[in-house]
């Protein structure tokens, strides 16, 4: 296998979500696992990892490649601050391709499922352009947060299964799938078996979640549940640790820690993600201040590949 992957490997591996699987070590489907455990799955860096080091979008993309990552996951926020300043997303398209990595997902807030018709017409707006950046870059998945229901609680999920397939099929049109993605502290879309209510209720053969290690363990989603899942048809997941200490109900995302050196039983979770057919993205996204202010961009993306290997190599080694 080589250390890259094309990305016409990975968008035809990707492009139809439906039982679709990215393959680890480009095997055929029912071949066996690759021997190295760090090539079962994909190793990508989302850029909220060094985002306390204030680097421009091709500088995030050039740490990527230097710190040894196959994919990467950008900010929309990012994005769109790098065009503002005159920054052609066709040239950052380039040096992302010539760094060799893919564009696995991104990372974006916009308003898609509040109740407010109007301020949901503006939040679905936000995302169609986000999407629009994106598909100029290659990418084909976007992050669907629960940004703007985040704080309310008792929303019906069936209203937001409707309001998420609005946006599957204005992603389709694009070429951009959004992912559920999950909030630990959110009221709404706080826990995976929502998410998996609101994905399944949908009937859009592209839904798919975007879980999280740390907004499982905040919200209480127990990572047991995640052998009910089809993993086949999920595309990334964040990978990150926590401590024991401050407890669940005071700590924040400020408080992730590299995988391992934490309390997570990762090697558990990576071990039932890859049995439910999970085959995509393990995308670092920390947000760190005390690795931001002790390390720099690059010595803080390699550090966090190297302790996502080690916890791998403790899971399938």
């Known amino acids: 296998m080589t250390d890259r992957l094309s990305r016409r490997d990975f968008v035809a591996a990707t492009g139809a979500l439906a039982g679709a699987t990215i393959l680890a070590a480009g095997a055929p489907a029912g071949a066996p696992a690759a021997t190295a455990p760090s090539q079962r799955f994909i190793l990508g860096l989302n850029?909220?990892?060094?985002?306390?080091?204030?680097?421009?979008?091709p500088e995030?993309?050039?740490?990527?490649?230097?710190?040894?990552?196959?994919?990467?996951?950008?900010?929309?926020?990012?994005?769109?601050?790098?065009?503002?300043?005159g920054g052609s997303?066709?040239?950052?398209?380039?040096?992302?391709?010539?760094?060799?990595?893919?564009?696995?997902?991104?990372?974006?807030?916009?308003?898609?499922?509040?109740?407010?018709?109007?301020?949901?017409?503006?939040?679905?707006?936000?995302?169609?352009?986000?999407?629009?950046m994106l598909a100029e870059l290659g990418g084909r998945h976007i992050a669907a947060a629960p940004a703007g229901i985040?704080?309310?609680?008792?929303?019906?999920?069936?209203?937001?299964?409707?309001?998420?397939?609005?946006?599957?099929?204005i992603?389709?049109?694009?070429?951009?799938?959004?992912?559920?993605?999950?909030?630990?502290?959110?009221?709404?879309?706080?826990?995976?078996?929502?998410?998996?209510?609101?994905?399944?209720?949908?009937?859009?053969p592209k839904a798919c979640l975007l879980l999280d290690a740390y907004h499982m363990y905040k919200g209480g989603s127990p990572f047991e549940g995640l052998?009910?899942?089809?993993?086949?048809?999920?595309?990334n997941f964040h990978i990150n640790d926590y401590p024991a200490d401050p407890p669940v109900d005071q700590i924040n995302d400020s408080?992730?820690?590299?995988?391992?050196?934490?309390?997570?039983?990762?090697?558990?979770?990576?071990?039932?993600?890859?049995?439910?057919?999970?085959?995509?993205?393990?995308?670092?996204?920390?947000?760190?201040?005390t690795y931001w202010e002790q390390y720099d961009a690059l010595t803080n993306a390699r550090l966090g590949l190297e302790k996502t290997t080690a916890v791998l190599e403790k899971a399938f080694g």
């Not at 066709?90 to 109740?115: E, M, Q, T, Y």
């Not at 052998?227 to 595309?235: E, I, K, P, S, Y």
Request: charged share 25%; net charge neutral.
């Open 227 to 235: 052998r009910l899942l089809n993993g086949a048809a999920m595309v």
């Open 60 to 85: 995030q993309v050039d740490v990527a490649a230097k710190a040894g990552y196959r994919a990467i996951e950008p900010w929309t926020g990012d994005l769109k601050k790098y065009v503002d300043g």
């Open 255 to 289: 408080h992730r820690v590299y995988p391992g050196d934490g309390v997570c039983p990762l090697a558990d979770v990576l071990r039932a993600l890859h049995e439910t057919g999970f085959r995509g993205v393990l995308s670092l996204e920390l947000f760190n201040k």
């Open 47 to 57: 850029t909220g990892t060094i985002l306390g080091h204030h680097l421009s979008a």
């Open 150 to 169: 985040h704080r309310t609680p008792g929303i019906d999920l069936l209203d937001v299964a409707r309001r998420y397939r609005e946006i599957l099929e």
């Open 171 to 204: 992603g389709a049109s694009i070429g951009v799938i959004p992912q559920l993605e999950i909030w630990g502290g959110a009221e709404t879309l706080g826990r995976a078996g929502e998410a998996a209510l609101v994905a399944m209720q949908t009937g859009h």
């Open 89 to 132: 997303l066709k040239d950052l398209r380039k040096r992302i391709d010539d760094a060799g990595l893919l564009v696995s997902s991104a990372i974006d807030f916009s308003p898609w499922a509040v109740a407010e018709r109007a301020a949901r017409a503006r939040g679905i707006e936000q995302m169609k352009h986000a999407m629009g």
